[in-house]
């Protein structure tokens, strides 16, 4: 098949031609025709996704590709530099270097000929299967089965509670088919627990039958059915060439036959497999059960909404299993456990690596050997695991849509272990280039869609929820960070900057180092080797410890601009950074997210006329920072993230008459919110308003009825910064109808009276409503009004005692979070009446803990599951009910 980088690559060569033809008029002619190569070579590589992607001559031409898409970047991205920087001397961009022309034309005709090897090797591959792609949900998936892999059917240690939860399951006394699915991350041990329970003797004593299938992903139905028909009688060759729904239909009818039945589905990937087997059981109230072990989240709850989530092992677990399989029933030797412990928990809870790692010290008691292998424990993973690490998680990478491949190898730029946040990656994405338009969605909706199919995966771990469920942070396991790393290394699509002795810095091929990513404690020696890079795209420098390098000079940080004049991303936010005159001719920044002591984001940043995400934070000593620049010119800014509020400008008469980009804006001063400058940013979806907020919701200078400019609004933080404010402020009532789009409102230390939060009730499209720290002022809140479609209500730092409410007020409530709110008595009896709550979490709110066990209580009762945390836990109990 086409290679999910190779075609990112040529889509976004088509894009850089389509967008800068017009802007280079002397080069016009050379560059439409490349365009039009590139076009031809596009429309052929979306046919090729039937090539044999492990085909030498594929592979040939893939590298073939990649140099030369690489080239004619380069080629054009010169180009626009020199365009630019003829417009702002005032001159006619005419006299363009003639070997770059040369260079263009030479391109095209190599185009030429690489889209003509595609086209004979996709004539000579048509009878191969396309890869299925990842649809997205409307707006408002051949060979004979095979045996499953060895290595998961080894016993493994801490699986006795989890089998126990499952078996309970299984046997507990319904008469109706229920299926149980096991989901995990590749290597976590599903098969394994799957065949402990599947051998328990107490089923045994439950079912009549109990049978193990395995499935795979190369399975035919026919194959699976004629597998299962195998336990009911050895005649299965009178059946071989009966369709499917006559298979099921003679099954079904053993089965009836018999008494309870348990089949076990090992390592399912498609729907269409749970449904084809439900057919195969009678409706004759039995009770049988399906288990089934998946890698994929959104398979297990499309089987069963409440799946069996496969746990980690503990560091102690995965130390016992270590010394199982290092040293049998011996004991691990006094002077290896501290090695031993060390290298089982930089397993990360995955049996999987800890049996591949045990491998790596099987017969080698040195000391000295051990400390290599904690040294190294990912590179072991890989070098020693050949038939392991790699096969399992290459099975997972294979299955996915090609347009998520990319995405899913990018996520290796991130050191390993740390937390990435979710609107971080989805902006970087949406910067590289890896996210395409589909109707009817926003690049960051189709972003958003891709994590989220990652995380169902089980390639990316969800770390952290949003209070409306989506994800907030996430990270890799080690295991696939390393896969990630390795694999992304091949395709070139990014290297990670080595200063081993063994290995010199990468950036000397202009094809393989595209992309940079460079430990903070490697930045200063690279620096100091003053590179010189103009091929590099993408330059990053994380640090996971949230704390800025020390050591680097002026000169240090300068060397970036200079060394990468043609770079579009730039993630450095762990540098005290400065500006240059170099970083002023950065004409290609995209993505740009860097932190010092500014005072004012500089007038030069106008001329980054291709920047999509700005993230700027500052440790001035200034209470806002001046926007200096244009934005509003800056017709691709979608994001502007600071940590102080911004001053903005209001357009101007040179502004453009198109309205602005802006989707974020994180955050701006209530001062800013001028009639003007929202009617620019009419397409905002989420601003956050800090500062003196006296004056904004007096409607000072329209204020706060300025908000009506914005039709798009989904959400709203207003976050007042002083102390105290001379008269209790007011929301206007007409508020409903000035946000009546927003979908999450947070007020924080606004101190509005209580009766001001019926206005809020008016708010048909709120979902989400956080009141942090003295939102609210008063001793009492009984609201009047009903807040229709709230499904998360979060109070934190209020000063109230006594609340009184019932599910006429909150009828579709789901999530209360009570967090400081000391003084509060009680919680209202009458929520565990709501049928839809099922989450309740207290946080230093002691006095209410009694009602809100009653609430829990009554829940219990009625059969409903709710889940109450109550922290600090109570002596003697547990933090979560």
């Not at 409903?864 to 922290?871: A, P, R, S, V, W």
Request: with cysteine; charged share 25%.
């Amino acid at each position: 098949m086409a290679d999910a980088v190779v075609n990112f690559l040529v889509e976004n060569l088509l894009q850089l031609l389509t967008d800068n033809v017009k802007l280079i008029g002397s080069a016009k002619g050379e560059l439409e025709n490349l365009l039009k190569e590139v076009q031809h070579l596009k429309g052929f590589l979306d046919d090729a996704a039937k090539l044999p992607s492990d085909s030498e001559q594929w592979k040939v031409l893939v590298e073939e590709i990649q140099k030369t898409v690489h080239t004619a970047e380069d080629a054009v991205d010169k180009f626009v530099v020199q365009a630019k920087l003829h417009k702002e001397k005032n001159k006619m961009a005419r006299i363009l270097d003639v070997g770059h022309l040369a260079t263009v034309r030479n391109l095209a005709a190599e185009v030429k000929g690489i889209h003509d090897q595609v086209k004979e090797l996709r004539l000579n591959n048509q009878a191969l299967q396309a890869r299925p792609t990842l649809e997205l949900p409307k707006k408002g998936s051949s060979e004979t089965t095979q045996q499953g892999p060895a290595l998961e059917d080894d016993e493994v240690v801490g699986f006795d509670e989890e089998a126990n939860k499952v078996i309970n399951r299984l046997v507990k006394e319904s008469k109706d088919l229920d299926i149980i699915p096991v989901v995990g991350m590749p290597g976590l041990g599903k098969t394994t627990l799957a065949r402990k329970i599947y051998k328990d003797p107490k089923l045994s004593y439950e079912f009549f039958g109990v049978h193990w299938v395995y499935v795979g992903q190369s399975y035919k139905i026919k194959d699976v059915f004629l597998n299962i028909l195998k336990f009911f009688t050895r005649r299965t060759e009178d059946y071989q060439h009966e369709d499917v729904d006559a298979l099921a239909k003679v099954i079904a009818g053993f089965i009836n036959k018999g008494g309870r039945c348990l089949i076990c589905l090992d390592d399912v990937w498609e729907t269409k497999v749970i449904d084809y087997v439900k057919t195969i059981f009678p409706e004759n109230e039995k009770g049988h059960r399906v288990m089934m072990t998946t890698r994929n989240k959104v398979l297990a709850t499309y089987a069963n909404s409440d799946p069996h989530d496969l746990k980690f092992l503990t560091p102690k677990e995965s130390f016992e299993l270590l010394v199982k399989r290092v040293f049998g029933k011996k004991p691990c030797p006094k002077d290896l456990v501290g090695h031993g412990e060390s290298i089982a928990g930089k397993c990360g809870g995955v049996p999987l690596a800890v049996v591949v790692i045990a491998g790596a010290l099987r017969g080698r008691p040195n000391t000295s050997d051990w400390i290599r292998v904690e040294r190294n424990v990912v590179q072991h993973l890989y070098t020693n695991s050949e038939e392991s690490c790699l096969k399992f998680v290459e099975m997972s990478y294979d299955h996915l849509p090609q347009e998520v491949q990319t995405c899913f190898l990018y996520c290796g730029v991130f050191p390993r272990g740390f937390d990435i946040p979710s609107w971080k990656v989805i902006r970087l994405w949406i910067a590289e280039g890896l996210i395409k338009p589909q109707e009817s969605y926003t690049l960051e909706e189709i972003a958003e869609f891709y994590l989220n199919d990652l995380v169902n995966r089980n390639l990316v771990i969800l770390q952290q929820k949003r209070s409306d469920g989506q994800i907030k942070t996430c990270r890799l396991h080690d295991m696939l960070h390393q896969f990630c790393k390795k694999e992304a290394s091949n395709k070139w699509l990014f290297q990670e900057v080595s200063l081993t002795p063994d290995q010199a810095i990468p950036i000397e091929d202009p094809n393989k180092s595209r992309r940079l990513c460079i430990q903070p404690s490697n930045l200063k020696d690279f620096l100091s080797k003053k590179p010189s890079a103009e091929h590099v795209r993408s330059f990053y420098c994380f640090s996971s410890k949230e704390k800025q390098i020390r050591g680097l000079t002026p000169n240090d940080i300068k060397l970036i601009h200079k060394a990468f004049p043609l770079v579009r991303v730039l993630d450095v936010e762990s540098l005290k950074f400065l500006f240059s005159k170099d970083f002023n001719q950065l004409f290609h920044l995209r993505y740009i997210a860097i932190s010092g002591d500014f005072n004012a984001i500089p007038l030069t940043f106008g001329k980054f006329w291709n920047l999509q995400t700005l993230i700027l934070n500052t440790s001035t000593s200034e209470s806002t920072l001046d926007v200096k620049a244009d934005i509003w010119n800056m017709l691709q800014l979608r994001h502007l993230h600071t940590n102080i509020p911004a001053k903005l400008q209001p357009p101007t008469a040179t502004t453009s008459g198109k309205a602005s980009c802006l989707q974020t804006l994180c955050m701006v001063a209530p001062e800013s919110c001028e009639k003007e400058v929202l009617a620019k940013a009419c397409h905002l979806k989420k601003l956050s308003i800090r500062g003196q907020m006296a004056a904004f919701l007096g409607a000072y200078k329209g204020g706060i009825n300025n908000l009506v400019e914005l039709k798009c609004l989904e959400q709203l933080k207003l976050l007042n910064d002083v102390l105290y404010m001379n008269k209790a402020p007011h929301l206007p009532q007409t508020f409903s109808q000035l946000v009546r789009t927003v979908k999450k409102l947070t007020l924080t230390n606004t101190r509005f009276a209580w009766s001001e939060a019926d206005k809020l009730g008016q708010l048909e499209s709120l979902e989400i409503l956080k009141f942090k720290e003295n939102a609210f002022a008063g001793d009492s809140w009984k609201p009047k009004m009903g807040f229709s479609a709230l499904r998360v209500l979060w109070i934190e730092r209020a000063e109230f005692e006594t609340w009184e409410a019932s599910e006429i007020n909150f009828p579709v409530l789901r999530n209360l979070v009570l967090m400081s709110c000391d003084k509060l008595e009680t919680v209202p009896f009458e929520l565990a009446n709501l049928s839809d709550l099922y989450e309740m979490r207290l946080e230093n709110t002691s006095k209410a803990v009694k009602s809100a066990k009653a609430i829990l209580e009554s829940k219990t009762d009625k059969n409903i599951k709710f889940n109450l945390t109550i922290f600090p836990p109570e002596a003697g109990s547990k933090a979560t009910q």
